[in-house]
C-alpha cells in the first residue's frame, strides 16, 4: 500500500491520492496523553468520522489501520523514572483503546479495523545501550508481552467472531531477527547489527541529529544503514 496523504496535507493532495487513504495519526503521540500537548487517539477519530460525515462515505467496506507503538508506555517511564511504572500503566492504555476501537466500529461504521500489536520493546537501542547493546531487557519485552496479551483480550470480547476486528501482528516478525543471533537471508546475514543502531549519540539521554553551540556532530552514523536493523534509538531504518 502507498504511503497515505497526512491529513494535515490533504488541501494540497491530488484527487487521486486522496481518493486512496489517508493517513490522521500524529508523530509522538499514544492512545492517552503524552504530554506533547498534541492529538491522541480520540480526537484523531474525531477528524476522520468528521470527514465520513461530510462527505456521506459509506465506511462498511472500507479499512482502518490502528497502530500502537508504545508512546504511551515510554512517556509513563520517562515521567515516573522506570519500566515498571510503564507496565503498571497498561490497564490504563487498553481500556481507553478498547472504547476507541468501540468507536471505530458503532460510531464510525467501520467493519474492517486492523490493529497492530507491541514489538520487542525491550531489543530498541534506548534499552540495549544499557547493557553495551548485547542484549535485549528482559521487563521491558514481559512488558510488551503483557500489552499483547491484553490487547488478544480486548478484541476477543468486542468481537468474538473476529468479524471486524483483526491483530495485526508485528511481535513475531521483529523477533525473526531480533531475537535470532544469525538473521539469515540465505547465506549471507541480513543485518550487521539488530540492537545497535546506525544513528548514536554520544550521551546516554542525545539524540540523533544533535548538534552543540558549534555545530559539531554530537553523534556517529554508521556507513550503511541498509545493515542495520535501527536507525536511531526507536526507528527502523528502511531496511528492517
Not at 109 to 134: A, D, E, K, Q, S
Not at 179 to 195: I, P
Request: proline content about 4%; some cysteine; overall charge neutral.
Amino acid at each position: 500500500m502507498r504511503t497515505p496523504v497526512a491529513y494535515k496535507a490533504r488541501q494540497r493532495a491530488s484527487q487521486e491520492a486522496l481518493a486512496r487513504s489517508m493517513n490522521f495519526a500524529v508523530s509522538g503521540v499514544g492512545v492517552l496523553d503524552t504530554g506533547n500537548f498534541q492529538r491522541n487517539i480520540s480526537p484523531q477519530i474525531d477528524l476522520f468520522q468528521a470527514m465520513h460525515h461530510s462527505q456521506q462515505r459509506d465506511c462498511s467496506k472500507r479499512t482502518v489501520l490502528v497502530v500502537v507503538s508504545g508512546n504511551d508506555y515510554a512517556y509513563a517511564a520517562d515521567k515516573d523514572n522506570g519500566t515498571s511504572a510503564a507496565i503498571a500503566y497498561i490497564p490504563t492504555v487498553v481500556r481507553e483503546l478498547r472504547e476507541q476501537l468501540r468507536r471505530l466500529r458503532n460510531e464510525v461504521g467501520m467493519r474492517r479495523v486492523v490493529v497492530t500489536n507491541l514489538h520487542h520493546m525491550g531489543c530498541t537501542p534506548i534499552f540495549t545501550r544499557p547493557l553495551n547493546y548485547t542484549s535485549c531487557d528482559l521487563l521491558a519485552n514481559a512488558g510488551a508481552a503483557q500489552h499483547n496479551a491484553a490487547l488478544r483480550s480486548v478484541l476477543g470480547t468486542l468481537d468474538p467472531n473476529n468479524r471486524t476486528f483483526l491483530l495485526l501482528d508485528v511481535h513475531i516478525p521483529f523477533a525473526a531477527f531480533l531475537l535470532d543471533n544469525d538473521n539469515n537471508d540465505g547465506n549471507v546475514k541480513r543485518f550487521a547489527s539488530t540492537l545497535r543502531p546506525c544513528c548514536e549519540s554520544f550521551r546516554p539521554d542525545g539524540y540523533c541529529g544533535e548538534e552543540d553551540e558549534n555545530g559539531t556532530r554530537q553523534y556517529t552514523l554508521c556507513d550503511d544503514p541498509g545493515r542495520y536493523f535501527y536507525w536511531d534509538d526507536v526507528h527502523l531504518t528502511q531496511a528492517a
